[in-house]
Every structure is written in C-alpha cells, then in structure tokens.
C-alpha cells in the first residue's frame, strides 16, 4: 500500500535522493555533481505544487511529482519514481492528480518534458495521452503536450 500526501520538509533527503539516482541519470543537461542546481531543487519544490508517495504517513518518499499552474497550462516539471517501485502504478495515479489539479485551477492543456533518449518516459506518457509537439534542441528534450478536459 502507497500513501500520496503533500510533501513536507523533512522529505528534502529522500526527493534529492530520488532525482540524483533516478531522474539525473537520464538528463543530458543536469549532472549529478552540479551543486548550484541540486541546491536549488528545496526551493523549486515549494513553488507550485509537490506530492509523494511512501509507504507509510512517516516513511520517506518513493516517488514524486511537482507541477505548477500558469494560467491554463499545467506545467509537469518532475515527476520521478523509485526502480523498485515502477511498475506499481505509482507515476500513473501522480500524473492523474496532476492532471486533476491543472484542470480545478483552469488549465486547459498540460506541459512536460522528457530528455532524449528517455525512451521509457516517452511511452509512459504516451499511454498517458501526451503527443510530442517538437524537440528542443539546446535541451535536448522533447515537448509533450496534453489537452485537459474540463
């Protein structure tokens, strides 16, 4: 059984965690010994909203995502789920309380991106109803969008 609760404090450890083992990895912009952007993620975290998943009401997270509403446009900055823990569902139901989120704050449309080469989150989303609008090349990402029914 998985809790989502919002994410507090005292989750920092375990989120920093996360994105340096599961979500760096696959970025070719973000290196895991870049010290000025992983200490900016606290504070990233704390503009918009960020809700995990743990095992328990106290345990550390397991995964997360954080997004943020501008306007009518949900923007999905990170969502990361633990390796042992894919497969569960876990991104699935996150992305679905995003998408609930974006569409009680009035968006119309949702935003992501995924690195090239990241294959596995380009089929996720694709199951998920995301379509690639065009490939950023100075990011190397590609631009996934999503109309949110109201």
Known sequence: MTIIRSYRNSDKKAVLQLIKTELIPKSHT??????PLLRAIPRRLQEGLTLVASRTRSSAPVAFIHLMH????LFVDMLVVHSRY???QLGRHLM?????????HGCSKAILYVDKGNEGACRFYGRLGY??????????CYELTKALAT
């Open 30 to 35: 973000v290196h895991s010994l870049d010290g």
């Open 70 to 73: 501008d306007k009518e446009v």
């Open 86 to 88: 894919q497969g569960r």
């Open 96 to 104: 679905e309380l995003a998408e609930t989120s974006g569409r009680l």
């Open 131 to 140: 379509s690639t609008q065009r490939f950023i090349k100075e990011l190397k």
